[in-house]
T-cell receptor
Framework: EAGVTQFPSHSVIEKGQTVTLRCDPI?????LYWYRRVMGKEIKFLLHFVKESKQDESGMPNNRFLAERTGGTYSTLKVQPAELEDSGVYFCASSQDLAGEETQYFGPGTRLLVL | SQQGEEDPQALSIQEGENATMNCSYK?????LQWYRQNSGRGLVHLIL?????REKHSGRLRVTLDTSKKSSSLLITASRAADTASYFC??????????????FGTGTKLQVIP
């Protein structure tokens, strides 16, 4: 079974441009999470989808970030316009809709560099 | 300190030695998990310990949890060069909506020298 995949693996853009990151969760996983790790700092939660609904978007830094999960399958995270401080690694994770302990399965991440 | 803060930040040992990493957190948790990230790759789940457990083993991994001190440790015994990676602890608790919310620490960068 395929794991969580993310595209692109790397992206280098200039400040002010737009970038869209994509995440394909494990098939059948209702929960999809976005995280971000900025240079050398902790991995921070951005938001959580349950199917197509945003359950928790408390970690989204500002309105330049827009996440969608139309149809409850893959998700996109758009940054528009990108700023220098948006550089980092963006991880996506998915998990099954199970009560109690849920292991989140992570994708390889997208490395974003804003120049 | 931040939720899920690990120490040391970096650790370099010889192959065959044991590696111990610590994690401290601030709030009440349901579970604590340890993840590994190899360079250029995603996070791989290693082990989960529940808040009512004190110790757990998985292969060469041993995790302890002290909820009174809000701390956990990950011990890797008989380390191998392939263990070289960054290790993160992650605490999870239920948010107001009843869903799991995971908080990661800054990670410990482990280097195992052959």
């Amino acid at each position: 079974e395929a794991g969580v995949t993310q595209f692109p693996s790397h992206s280098v853009i200039e400040k002010g441009q737009t970038v869209t990151l994509r995440c394909d969760p494990i098939s059948g996983h209702d929960n999809l999470y976005w995280y971000r790790r900025v240079m050398g700092k902790e991995i921070k939660f951005l938001l959580h989808f349950v199917k197509e609904s945003k359950q928790d978007e408390s970690g989204m830094p500002n309105n330049r970030f827009l996440a969608e999960r139309t149809g409850g399958t893959y998700s996109t995270l758009k940054v528009q316009p990108a700023e220098l401080e948006d550089s980092g690694v963006y991880f996506c994770a998915s998990s099954q809709d199970l009560a109690g302990e849920e292991t989140q399965y992570f994708g390889p991440g997208t490395r974003l560099l804003v120049l | 300190s931040q939720q899920g803060e690990e120490d040391p930040q970096a650790l370099s040992i010889q192959e065959g030695e044991n590696a111990t990493m610590n994690c401290s957190y601030k709030t009440s948790i349901n579970n604590l998990q340890w993840y590994r990230q190899n360079s250029g790759r995603g996070l791989v789940h290693l082990i989960l310990i529940r808040s009512n457990e004190r110790e757990k083993h998985s292969g060469r991994l041993r995790v302890t949890l002290d909820t009174s001190k809000k701390s956990s440790s990950l011990l890797i015994t008989a380390s191998r060069a392939a263990d070289t990676a960054s290790y993160f602890c992650a605490t999870d608790a239920l948010n107001s909506g009843g869903y799991q919310k995971v908080t990661f620490g800054t990670g410990t960068k482990l280097q195992v020298i052959p």
